[in-house]
């Protein structure tokens, strides 16, 4: 049965453990929650992406896929449509494989600063550099995009200190993966559309239409996004001019999203994949087996995105940050928790340390891309692009090396830096 209902609101300012309580009863019943009362600066820059945003949407087809880079992909650059198809990913129950999704997108993804270690250490794919954004027409995009990055990280770091808080755990212990991930932020674009509407029909819940074009096309089984979770611990949809976003929670209800306006100053959060193996068992991390979810455990909630068809004529413009961690960071223990076999099983070939130490967050990215349609246009390119992009990260050293690695140049930073003590406060506050 599907019922309509308002999603929980919480203020960012509220006292931590109040507003920590809060989330954690959403995120325990796989719903999402309204975050408000951001920074202004965050909706500031929100705003102005989006505005950029959409004259980059306006640009020819041709024009926008120059901006279509394949090795940063899920990083940085332009996502056409009919490239990825995030509802495979939903689950054995999926609608994901009957639908279409209609729309293309925008990545911009965490830029680390100068003389950061983890830009030696990394390979130029997982964080995203500057130089990469030469000659590219919307420079204001990139850094507005890298801006509001650190900003979800800000507010990232606040939420988790009020779940620390009403778990009971000690403080830093769920902050501490937050500086320095590999977050991005995706504009999406839903193109408009016209035509006759044929059918109007649920697939497991989520509505779809059949739709004759003028072109005389008959498009089956048309959604915006088809059902599925997210790559991350957190996504946070920060803006979006029409409604559409829908989840289902622990008891099979479906919230849907209705208000356009209300997003100024707010975020819709929910949790992903990351976030759900983390916190099952309690956030202890690296304490296997992680990914059965126990009860206070958060699920990852399957969403999906409805084409309103009233105002389907008009083009929807959304902002969704997802939050993830550093990429050394292991965020699961098994591999076939996260992708289909074959996918599951270039990781084992080319990482074999997989299954004693657990799954790696850049791991997990890799082979989740690949799984909904990055990294080549067909499954067998896929597949061998993901070994490649694998086999260049093995030298990547442990988390604690890195994290080592960062506290010292922490350190070096002028006491007015933003980065000083960045991941050093919640270290030392781990450590007393
Ligand atoms: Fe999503």
């Known amino acids: ?34 975050v408000s009362g951001f920074d202004p600066e965050l909706d500031r820059t929100a705003r102005a992406l ?6 980059f949407s306006e640009l020819p087809d041709d024009n926008k896929r120059e901006y279509c880079y394949p090795k940063l992909a899920g990083q940085f650059g332009f996502t056409p449509q009919d490239t990825e198809q995030s509802g495979y990913a939903g689950g054995k129950d999926s609608a994901g494989g009957k639908l279409q999704e209609h729309r293309e997108h925008f990545m911009i993804g965490s830029q680390l600063p100068e003389g950061h270690p983890l830009l030696d250490i990394c390979p130029p794919f997982i964080y995203f550099d500057a130089k990469n954004a030469v000659g590219f027409p919307f420079p204001d995009m990139v850094t507005n995009g890298n801006r509001l990055v650190e900003l979800v990280e800000d507010a990232r770091m606040r939420m988790y200190a009020g779940l620390e808080q009403a778990r009971g755990l000690p403080p830093g212990s769920i902050a501490f993966i937050v500086p320095y991930g590999t977050t991005v932020v995706r504009l999406h674009h839903y193109p408009g559309i016209r035509g006759d509407i044929v059918k109007e029909y649920e697939v497991n819940g989520v509505k779809a239409i059949d739709m004759l074009l003028p072109s005389g096309e ?25 409604p559409g976003f829908a989840q289902r929670d622990k008891t099979g209800n479906v919230e849907r999203f209705t208000a356009g306006k209300d997003y100024e ?37 399957v969403h999906w995105v409805e084409i309103n068809t009233e105002t389907m004529q ?25 992708v289909r076999p074959n996918i599951a099983s270039v990781v084992r070939r080319v990482i074999p340390e997989v299954d004693r130490r657990g ?18 246009s067909t499954e067998a390119e ?35 830096s933003p980065y000083k003590g960045r991941l050093g406060q919640f270290y030392e506050r781990r450590n007393t």
């Open 50 to 55: 989006m505005d950029d945003f959409v004259n």
């Open 359 to 376: 799954v790696r967050e850049s791991e997990a990215l890799y082979a989740r891309l690949a799984e909904i349609g990055y990294l080549g």
């Open 265 to 301: 100053g707010s975020a819709v959060v929910n949790v992903g994949d990351y976030g759900k193996f983390m916190s099952n068992p309690d956030w202890t991390l690296g304490a296997a087996p992680f990914g059965t979810v126990q009860d206070g455990g958060y699920g990852s909630g």
């Open 1 to 34: 049965m599907v019922v309509v209902k308002e999603m929980p609101r919480v203020d960012i300012s509220t006292q931590p453990s109040n507003f920590g309580k809060f989330v954690d009863r959403a995120f325990r019943d796989v719903k999402p929650v309204i």
């Open 314 to 338: 008009d083009p929807r413009f959304s902002i969704v940050a997802f939050g993830h961690n550093r990429p050394t960071v292991v965020v699961c223990d098994k591999i076939d928790r996260i």
């Open 382 to 416: 896929r597949l061998e692009n993901l070994a490649g992009m694998l086999e260049a990260l093995r030298p990547l050293p442990s988390d604690r090396e890195v994290v080592k690695e960062i506290l010292g140049w922490e350190r070096t930073q002028p006491e007015d």
């Open 218 to 242: 008959l498009k089956k089984g048309l959604v915006y996004a088809a059902d599925h979770t997210d790559i991350d611990c957190t996504a946070w949809l920060l803006r979006a001019n029409k």
